[in-house]
DNA sequence: AGTGCGATTGACT
DNA sequence: GTCAATCGCACTA
């Protein structure tokens, strides 16, 4: 769930990617900096980082404090505020306006002043019960990095149009 | 103090 | 399919 001024936004989390404790391709792998803090505290928390210095990625901590580990959200299925979030990412296709870790976060209007919020509690930015079945779930090798790149810590919703990434990755 | 490089996207051939 | 944009930060010296 997200509160704007103009309205509130939600959505289904539909893709996601696990940054584990000892990942080589985590951003905690080398320790705590002033950057990464987030993903060290109690789980729940967010971390938002810049990538590529375009977009901003929405990462849910995910261990106990002081350990480094989080969720990285890559894709959302648009519920409420639809309008606001074509407006945020100046563009009408629905299936494109969450399809991907960094335009998720264009369309939530997401940036570091949300940096290690508590997502469990009703705020600006939080985490709804949800109230749909998933149905079933894949599993791949995440996208976009080059270290520990073949484990598999990327989830999907397998029938969902809202999941990024390649076929050969969402057909297993 | 300088440098190289992404957990990506959108535009273009 | 390829490729540039763009910047904070981690790493080297």
């Known amino acids: 769930m997200r509160e704007l001024p103009e309205g509130i936004l939600s959505g289904r989390i539909v893709e996601t990617e696990a940054y584990v404790v000892g990942d080589a391709a985590g951003h905690a792998y080398r320790g705590m900096t002033p950057r990464n803090r987030a993903l060290f505290l109690e789980r729940g928390h967010a971390y938002v980082y810049l990538a590529y210095g375009i977009s901003y990625m929405?990462?849910?901590?995910?261990?106990?404090?002081?350990?480094?580990?989080?969720?990285?959200?890559?894709?959302?299925?648009?519920?409420?505020?639809?309008?606001?979030?074509?407006?945020?990412?100046?563009?009408?296709?629905?299936?494109?306006?969450?399809?991907?870790?960094?335009?998720?976060?264009?369309?939530?209007?997401?940036?570091?002043?949300l940096d290690g919020l508590d997502l469990c509690r009703e705020g600006p930015l939080w985490l709804g019960r949800g109230d749909a079945?998933?149905?079933?779930?894949?599993?791949?090798?995440?996208?976009?990095?080059?270290?520990?790149?073949?484990?598999?810590?990327?989830?999907?919703?397998?029938d969902s149009p809202f999941v990024s990434g390649p076929r050969s990755l969402n057909t297993p």
């Open 58 to 113: 929405l990462n849910v901590s995910s261990e106990a404090p002081g350990i480094g580990a989080g969720v990285l959200i890559r894709a959302l299925e648009p519920r409420e505020g639809i309008p606001i979030m074509k407006r945020n990412r100046g563009i009408e296709h629905l299936r494109d306006l969450a399809r991907g870790p960094g335009r998720l976060a264009s369309a939530l209007r997401i940036d570091r002043r």
């Open 133 to 158: 079945e998933s149905g079933a779930i894949g599993q791949s090798m995440r996208i976009g990095i080059t270290r520990d790149a073949d484990r598999l810590l990327r989830f999907y919703v397998r």
